[in-house]
């Protein structure tokens, strides 16, 4: 399955610098408002230091990591909906994302304007926030719309519902604040609505200030702890020099930073782990590969992510533990430490499990 993240924010707030840094690509990031026209997408690998021990035992032809794909899409500005700056249709090419990144401006720079004439991030924050509840409200009205005219049981249910998220949106309350049953959250689903999606607030600071909390980082932990969101600090400049050294010199970089692994890593973990998903592995001459399912997930399930075939005549799953093949190096001698398991239908899938499908179709 492919996890997908928005990159979002107001003008100058190093979106794009922190993109550049994501996919070491060179995209424009220039200090003036909507650099970024059309949307970018790159797509990164998820770090995982398991691949490299797993590489070693099987010697594969090939390696296949987990990936994000990132979206950045151009910087939003008060009025957006209302064809402010370039407008909001840009917010389009992120809702069918799984997280939204929005990167908060928390540093100081004379020479780097902000549209709105100062360093506030909860207002801004909350500016990106009015456009996304505006851009969801205009989605909510069409579909009532036409639900409106319909009096089947379904449409009446869904009607309810919709009028409930109108009423919240008008208050300007996010929709993933509001109490929602799952039935609720299945029969909106396919209209990705943007302030249902989890977001991560990453707070953007200037490179002397990394392993520091200044002011602004503070103002926005105690606003994003109230609506249960997560927030990640960094410098996207450091980042974007980070992306640009060899492994040996960026480990010595990180060294001199005082820090144990570079804030892009930490954000794709956080994206990944936010959204509850874990990795399981299969190993091969052919390949390693890492997929990625869903916590809760059944064997058949995660079967179904290599091939659907898998899924339908799923028979048993082989499986060994990440742990249990570190310890004892190599499958057979697992398998004579008794350590290799037959797993049914009803068995739910571990974070690190290598896995072997038995399936007939």
């Known amino acids: ?100 990144c929005e990167v908060v401006r928390c540093f100081s720079d004379p020479n780097v304007t902000h549209v709105s004439g ?13 456009e996304l509840m505006l851009s969801d409200l205009e989605i909510i009205n069409n579909r009532l719309s036409r639900v409106n005219k319909k009096s089947d049981k379904e449409s009446i249910a869904e009607k309810a519902l919709l009028e409930k998220i109108r009423i919240s949106l008008e208050a300007e309350t996010p929709i993933r604040n509001m109490e929602l049953s799952d039935e609720e959250k299945k029969l909106i689903k396919s209209f990705n609505l943007l302030t249902m999606k989890k977001i991560i607030y990453v707070c953007n600071i200037n490179e002397e200030e990394i392993g520091t909390e200044n002011e602004n980082v503070k103002k926005v932990k105690e606003y994003a702890k109230k609506e249960n969101s997560e927030v990640l600090v960094l410098s996207a400049k450091i980042e974007a020099d980070l992306s640009e050294l060899e492994d040996s010199e960026r480990i010595e970089l990180l060294k001199e930073l005082g820090i144990d692994e570079s ?44 091939h659907t075939d898998f899924q339908k005549g799923f028979i048993k799953a082989e499986v060994i533990s990440y742990d249990d093949l570190f310890q004892h190096k190599t499958e057979k001698a697992v398998q004579d430490a ?16 290598i896995c072997h499908f038995r399936f007939n179709v």
């Open 1 to 100: 399955m492919s996890l997908k993240a928005g990159i979002i924010g107001l003008p100058n707030v190093g979106k794009s610098t922190l993109f550049k840094a994501i996919t070491k690509q060179n995209v424009l990031a220039e200090n003036y408002p909507f650099a970024t026209i059309d949307p970018n997408v790159g797509v990164v690998t998820v770090p995982d230091e398991r691949i490299e021990f797993l590489v070693q035992v099987s010697n594969p032809e090939k390696t296949i990591p987990t990936t994000v794909e990132f979206t950045d899409i151009a910087g939003l500005v008060e009025g957006a909906s209302k064809g402010e700056g370039l407008g909001n249709k840009f917010l389009s090419n992120i809702r069918e994302t799984d997280a939204i």
């Open 338 to 353: 008794g350590k290799k398991r037959l797993e049914g239908k009803d068995y739910i899938m571990k974070d690190g499990d």
């Open 118 to 130: 100062s360093v506030n991030p909860i207002r801004d924050i909350e500016v990106v926030g009015v």
């Open 263 to 306: 804030g892009l890593d930490r954000l794709i973990r956080k994206v990944y782990n936010l959204l509850g998903l874990k990795t399981f592995f299969t190993i091969g001459k052919e390949e390693v590969k890492a997929w990625t399912f869903k916590d809760g997930m059944k064997a058949p399930e995660c079967a179904g992510i290599i």
